[in-house]
């Protein structure tokens, strides 16, 4: 059972152009939403996040939306440049009280590739 | 760079065989995950230490053990391997923050051959 789920496998966009990525959760219990970006030979690296309690968090050229009735979530990349091309993997989590960290449910990963 | 240390690299062995890979989380930081990344799918979480416990298990198999140090380094030991057992096996720690997002190493690549 996918609770994480990422659709589009691949999204090609020109250098400049708006990226959307985007991901849909079925458990109501998810509060906590991550976005990480990968690329080959490393680890994935934390991109940005946002709360449940929020529907937008910016940080610089990336915009996470989260629209909860939907259970949607999206990245929007503006503008997109080459060095964006990777894999992002959307995740999610349901934080609990014991201080213990944050286990994260994945997403398959979306291969966004910015053409020049 | 993360500040979390995965060793090694790469590891090519044979089946039925017994493995070790080893995780250094970033400085503080208590908790200590692994996640299993097979044949360019998404990450399955493995299993989660805090400070030295177990606290949450996910899709691991039973052949699979892992365990956190006084020292908060964290082992994964993968015995009797299969050729399934292929992958890319990282490790990420994270503060006790609940909002707290995990930090990645850049992986042990596992070939079982």
């Known amino acids: 059972d996918q609770q994480v789920k990422q659709n589009s496998p691949s999204l090609s966009v020109q250098e400049g152009r708006i990226s959307i990525l985007n991901c849909d959760y079925t458990?109501?219990?998810?509060?906590?939403f991550l976005w990480y970006k990968k690329y080959p030979a490393e680890g994935p690296t934390f991109l940005i996040s946002?709360?449940?309690?929020?529907d937008k968090n910016e940080d610089g050229r990336f915009t996470v939306f989260l629209n909860k009735s939907a259970k949607h979530l999206s990245l929007h990349i503006v503008p997109s440049q080459p060095g964006d091309s990777a894999v992002y993997f959307c995740?999610?989590?349901?934080?609990?009280?014991?201080?213990?960290?944050?286990?994260?449910?994945f997403g398959g990963g979306t291969r966004l590739m910015v053409k020049p | 760079d993360s500040g979390v240390t995965q060793t090694p690299k790469h590891l090519i062995t044979a089946t039925g065989q017994r493995v070790t890979l080893r995780c250094s989380p970033r400085s503080g930081d208590l908790s200590v995950y692994w996640y299993q990344q097979s044949l360019d799918q998404g990450l399955q979480f493995l299993i989660q230490?805090?400070?030295?416990?177990?606290?949450a298990k996910g899709n691991i198999l039973e052949r699979f053990s892992a365990q956190q140090f006084p020292d908060l380094h964290s082992e994964l030991n993968l015995s009797s391997l299969e050729l399934g057992d292929s992958a890319l096996y990282f490790c990420a720690s994270s503060s006790f923050s609940l909002n707290s997002p995990l930090h990645f190493g850049n992986g042990t690549r596992l070939t079982v051959t």
């Open positions: 995740a999610a989590s349901a934080r609990r009280n014991n201080n213990a960290g944050n286990m994260l449910t």
């Open positions: 458990n109501s219990m998810f509060d906590y």
């Open positions: 230490y805090y400070n030295g416990e177990e606290r």
């Open positions: 946002i709360s449940s309690i929020k």
